[in-house]
């Protein structure tokens, strides 16, 4: 279990990298990617050094969230199980690994 806490945090880690860059065609930050060169590219740094500030569409912030949630239950099962007791909690991490199946890295065993 101790590779798939590692890998699940890996995921997350690169979820987390992900999420500046991801939001929905109906953000407002389109709007603001109409001037000329100069205000694009600052718009765009701002975008992806705090994309709360600039995208209103709400996407990144609620990617965060969800990847924030993942990562408190992947840290407690590893809390858990360093401290020799998991509850019967051993099917938790096969299930979140589950929607990350298709990337690299991801092992047959800890299918569900």
Same mark, same amino acid.
């Given at each position: ?27 407002? /930050? ?42 408190? /239950?992947?840290?407690? *099962? ?21 929607? *990350?199946?298709?990337?690299?890295? *991801? ?6």
């Amino acid at each position: 279990m101790d590779d798939l806490v590692r890998w699940l945090g890996e995921q997350l880690d690169e979820d987390t990298r992900a999420a500046s860059s991801v939001h929905t065609l109906d953000c407002d /930050i389109h709007a603001h990617l109409e001037g000329d060169a100069e205000s694009v590219r600052a718009t765009m740094a701002m975008f992806h050094q705090a994309p709360g500030l600039v995208c209103d569409c709400g996407v990144p912030a609620r990617m965060l969230r969800e990847i924030d949630g993942k990562r408190r /239950i992947v840290d407690r *099962y590893a809390w858990l199980r360093e401290h020799g007791d998991t509850g019967g909690t051993a099917w938790v991490l096969p299930l979140l690994a589950l929607s *990350y199946a298709g990337r690299p890295g *991801y092992r047959e065993e800890w299918r569900p």
